[in-house]
């Protein structure tokens, strides 16, 4: 299993603002994913990011709102913009093949 | 399109006791199927798996059952702890896409 962590583990911001979460993974892995979820909800796959390309979003989820970024093997960054209170969620980031292993999550908070 | 659905959002259950937790599906174009459980403020952890070509899988005190007639797969937790107090999800994996799709969740309360 990988050892994944996130920055920041949670932050509260203002609406129309951003927020770059960051994930590290103690091996290098050739996709990592984005999830969101939100209270009391399921997870949701926002993307797939695979290192030299563009991201892969999954419906409902756009590039403008959440793009990816993914300079390494080890990292990558998902920013959430122009925050709006329904943005309020969990985001987590993973790797894997079936079994994928999960980082600890960023708690966002929009006020 | 809710293609993975647990439909008891609690379980309360006794110390020591069998813990039943039950997950529907509707694509049958599912790979693999896994449990994973999760505690306030953590990621996930995956528990277990099985592969669509299996109908039982047991690791320790989990086990999975698969019926891929009624696309119905279910965990056995026996005898149940106060540490498995968590949330469980299910999910299903297509490798096509190599996508993991997440029930709403199953919310276990093991009374001491």
């Known amino acids: 299993s990988a050892v994944i962590s996130q920055k920041p583990s949670r932050d509260i911001c203002q609406r129309g603002t951003s927020l770059t979460i960051q994930c590290q993974v103690d091996?290098?892995?050739?996709?990592m994913f984005w999830y969101r979820q939100q209270p009391g909800q399921s997870l949701t796959l926002i993307a797939t990011?695979?290192?030299?390309?563009?991201?892969?979003?999954e419906s409902g989820f756009v590039i403008d709102k959440f793009p990816i970024s993914r300079p390494n093997l080890t990292f990558s960054t998902l920013t959430v913009s122009n925050l709006s209170p329904e943005d309020s969620s969990i985001y987590l980031c993973?790797?894997?093949?079936?079994?994928?292993?999960f980082g600890p999550g960023t708690r966002l908070t929009v006020t | 399109d809710q293609q993975v659905k647990q439909n008891s959002p609690s379980l309360s259950v006794q110390e020591g006791r069998i813990s039943i937790l039950n997950c529907d599906y509707t694509?049958?174009?599912?790979?693999?199927f896994l449990w994973y459980k999760k505690y306030p403020a953590e990621g996930p952890t995956f528990l277990i798996s099985?592969?669509?070509?299996?109908d039982k899988n047991e690791d320790g005190r989990f086990t999975v059952f698969l019926n891929k007639s009624a696309k119905h797969l279910s965990l056995h937790i026996v005898p149940s702890q106060p540490g498995d107090s968590a949330v469980y999800f299910c999910?299903?994996?297509?490798?096509?896409?190599?996508?993991?799709?997440f029930g709403g969740g199953t919310r276990v309360l093991v009374k001491p």
């Open positions: 993973s790797v894997g093949g079936y079994e994928q292993y």
């Open positions: 091996s290098q892995v050739t996709m």
């Open positions: 990011a695979n290192q030299g390309s563009e991201a892969t979003y």
């Open positions: 694509n049958s174009m599912f790979d693999y």
């Open positions: 099985i592969s669509s070509i299996k």
């Open positions: 999910a299903a994996y297509k490798a096509a896409g190599n996508k993991l799709t």
